[in-house]
């Protein structure tokens, strides 16, 4: 089997400023090429990807258990199925997608013919966040290669082991005028940013969100901003309860909190808090505690990526109870082994911190509702989430709050998984994000759609209305705006 190699080795540096408009220009120049291969070419290299994850399967989890200690079963769902998915979707679909898309033709200009064909946009830049290190650098590097792009990946230097593995992946498979990684911190990513990219794929804060944005328009550059902010669950009394439960607490606490899309904050209907806050008290024990040795023991919870994190959540945590909110569940820190555990807590107030950041990692306050109305209002309060999650077993209730809240994307008696689906749109909305991943979506978002439309040789209807713009010419406009 080729690629066989499991032992993560650092890259060779990139990270000088000065080399970087170099490697730029490299790979403009290769990307001339690149937009003149056939889907064969992009399926190649697509294939070499996903042989390269299935035979680095022991490697991917290392890398991912040496960052933060996350779970190797946690990294063959989150960072390698969910990769394998996105690829092999592509490559079941990529030849469809280059096809021209022909559209219909209106009556005002009959004798044409006109469709939409993709094309690469050149050269294109991929910042890659820490928590999803792998998979959120796969994914929509599987989209770039398949709209034919050359691509440079900067990995987050907070992961450095992911991001070496990353750097090796690409050493073995692409040539590095088809896609190199680029490692280094903060300054790398700025250096990066003042080249001229046809396009950036950011993953992200909202504040970081704004920087790029603001790099890209310096060069009229495309973006794709995956943000965040605080995506709410509500459950209204018609939920099974146990059911909604066990899919806030898995959304929740895989990766220990750390994902775009976890449940920030959880809405419920009064009369069935009570049952609720049980049926969670009974999932966490059973999932990661079934021994009764604590959380901490268990080896099926991540940590926190690092220290400043670990601070920063911590913090959230120490702000609410400060302010009068109590513990319900969890509750227990410990900086030594950057633990913190599945926490739930009510009585936050609506200003203290946990209820205004992004909170990114295991905490989840807890908020009551009487009506429906009332709980579309504290959402809407907020700005627009990048996931709403919804559970319900009334369908009334269910057309009325995603009618009613806008969101980036939203689940129904689940949570998190529309993110793995191939053919659904992901991204956020407003402030949660711009632009869209996943699919023919991240094809299209890498891809110029050129609009083309052939006209017939000769006299065609138009040309009935060319200047100069006589009594005739007049009548024949006339007629175009009253029946066309």
Known sequence: MLYMETTVTPAPSLTKPVSLPLLFQQQRARAEALRREGWEARAMRLRKLSRWIN?????????????????????????????????????????????????????????????????????????????????????????????????????SEITPTVAALLARMCREIFDPTVVTVVEGDKDVA????????????????????????????EH??????????????????????????????????????????????LLVQE????????????????????????????????????????????????DAQAQG????????VDAGQRFIEPTLLEGAPSESRIMQEEIFGP?????????????????????????????????????????????????????????AHPDLPFGGFGNSGLGKAHGFAGFVGFSNEKSVLKQRVGRTGIKTMYPPYTPKVKKMIGWLLKFF
């Open 55 to 155: 035979d680095n399967r022991s490697a991917i989890q290392q890398a991912l258990y040496a960052d933060f200690r996350k779970p190797a079963a946690e990294t063959d769902v989150s960072e390698i199925w969910s990769s394998q998915v996105e690829i092999k979707h592509t490559l079941r679909h990529l030849k469809q997608w280059m096809e021209p898309r022909v559209v219909g033709t209106p009556l005002s200009l009959m004798g044409t013919r006109s469709w939409v064909q993709h094309e690469p946009k050149g050269v294109c830049l991929i910042i890659a966040p820490w928590n999803y290190p792998f998979y959120l650098a796969i994914d929509p590097l599987a989209s770039a290669l398949a709209a034919g792009n050359a691509c440079i990946i900067k990995p």
């Open 190 to 217: 700025t250096e990066l940013l003042k080249l001229p990219f046809n396009h950036i794929f950011f993953t992200g804060s909202p504040q970081v969100g704004k920087i790029v944005m603001r790099a890209a328009a």
């Open 220 to 265: 009229l550059a495309s973006v794709t901003l995956e943000l965040g902010g605080k995506s709410p669950v509500i459950v209204d009394d018609t939920a099974d309860l146990r059911d909604a439960a066990e899919k806030i607490v898995w959304g929740k606490g895989i990766n220990a909190g750390q994902t775009c899309v976890a449940p920030d904050y």
């Open 271 to 318: 009369s069935v808090k009570e049952k609720l806050v049980e049926e969670i008290k009974e999932v966490v024990q059973r999932f990661y505690d079934p021994e009764g040795e604590g959380v901490a023991a268990s080896k099926s919870y991540a940590r926190i990526v690092n220290a400043h994190h670990f601070r920063r959540i911590a913090g959230l945590l120490e």
């Open 325 to 332: 909110a109590n513990i319900l569940l969890g509750g227990t």
């Open 363 to 419: 905490l989840l306050p807890i908020v009551t509702f009487r009506t429906l109305l009332e709980a579309a209002a504290i959402v809407n309060s907020r700005l627009q989430p990048l996931a709403l999650y919804v559970f319900t077993q009334n369908n009334e209730h269910q057309r009325y709050l995603l009618q009613n809240i806008p969101a980036g994307g939203s689940c129904v008696n689940e949570t998190i998984l529309h993110l």
